[in-house]
C-alpha cells in the first residue's frame, strides 16, 4: 500500500500571500488530521477530517483551513500569509477502525518570506 | 488544556547503552498514549497503549502506560546509530471524535 503522500515538499511564499497544501491519505483511510511542526512548538493540531466533515480543530487563527474531498484527500489553506507561519505541515491518516493510530505523510516544509 | 511533556529534551548516549524516555500527560478523556519516531521526515509510529501495566515490545524497543500516574516510558536497549531521532510522545483525548496532543519530543543521539 502507499503511504500518505503531500505536496507540494517545498513551498516559498512571502508575506501576504496564500498557500494551499495537498495531502492524499492511505487508500481506504477515511481521516485526516493536519499538523503544524516548528522548533519552538513542536506537533501542534490544526484539524481532522473525516468522510468531509471537520470533526475537531486545533487553536489556531481562521486564517487556517481545510476541507476534504470524497475520495478522502485532503487541502489545507493558509491565507494572508505571516512570518511565524514558517513550519513543516504534516498531513496524517487514519482507518478509524484500529484506534488512533496515525499514519504520517513526508511533509511540506513551507517558508515564510 | 491538554499537556504533555516529554523528558529529557536531549539526550546524548554511547552505542550499547540502555535509555529510559519519559512522557507525563494532563488530558481529558483520555483514550490512549502513543510513541512516534522521527528522523529526517515523517513520524513513524511505534506504539500504541492504552491499558496500564502492560507492556509493548518491539525489538529492543518497549514501552509501558501508567494511567494512575499518568506516564508512559519508553525504553531502548543496546542503542544503536540508527536510533538516533527524535521520539515524540502523544496523547489521543476526546469524548467522540478525537485529536492528538504531541509532547515537545526527546532527541535522542547515540554516538559510536
Known amino acids: 500500500k502507499a503511504g500518505v503522500t503531500q505536496t507540494p515538499r517545498y513551498l516559498i511564499k512571502t508575506r501576504g500571500q496564500q498557500v494551499t497544501l495537498s495531502c492524499s491519505p492511505i487508500s481506504g483511510h477515511r481521516s485526516v488530521s493536519w499538523y503544524q511542526q516548528t522548533p519552538g512548538q513542536g506537533l501542534q493540531f490544526l484539524f481532522e477530517?473525516?468522510?468531509?466533515?471537520?470533526?475537531n480543530k486545533g487553536n489556531f487563527p481562521g486564517r487556517f483551513s481545510g476541507r476534504q474531498f470524497s475520495n478522502s484527500r485532503s487541502e489545507m489553506n493558509v491565507s494572508t500569509l505571516e512570518l511565524g507561519d514558517s513550519a513543516l505541515y504534516l498531513c496524517a491518516s487514519s482507518p478509524r477502525t484500529s484506534g488512533e493510530t496515525q499514519y504520517f505523510g513526508p511533509g511540506t516544509r513551507l517558508l515564510v518570506l | 488544556e491538554d499537556k504533555v511533556v516529554q523528558s529529557p529534551l536531549s539526550l546524548v548516549v554511547h552505542e550499547g547503552d540502555t535509555v529510559t524516555l519519559n512522557c507525563s500527560y494532563e488530558?481529558?478523556?483520555?483514550?490512549?498514549l502513543l510513541w512516534y519516531k522521527q528522523e529526517k521526515k515523517a513520524p513513524t509510529f511505534l506504539f500504541m497503549l492504552?491499558?496500564?501495566?502492560i507492556e509493548k515490545k518491539s525489538g529492543r524497543l518497549s514501552s509501558i502506560l501508567d494511567k494512575k500516574e499518568l506516564f508512559s516510558i519508553l525504553n531502548i536497549t543496546a542503542t544503536q546509530t540508527g536510533d538516533s531521532a527524535i521520539y515524540l510522545c502523544a496523547v489521543a483525548s476526546g469524548a467522540g471524535s478525537y485529536q492528538l496532543t504531541f509532547g515537545k519530543g526527546t532527541k535522542l543521539s547515540v554516538i559510536p
Open positions: 488530558v481529558t478523556n483520555f483514550r490512549s
Open positions: 492504552t491499558s496500564s501495566g
Open positions: 477530517y473525516f468522510s468531509e466533515t471537520q470533526r
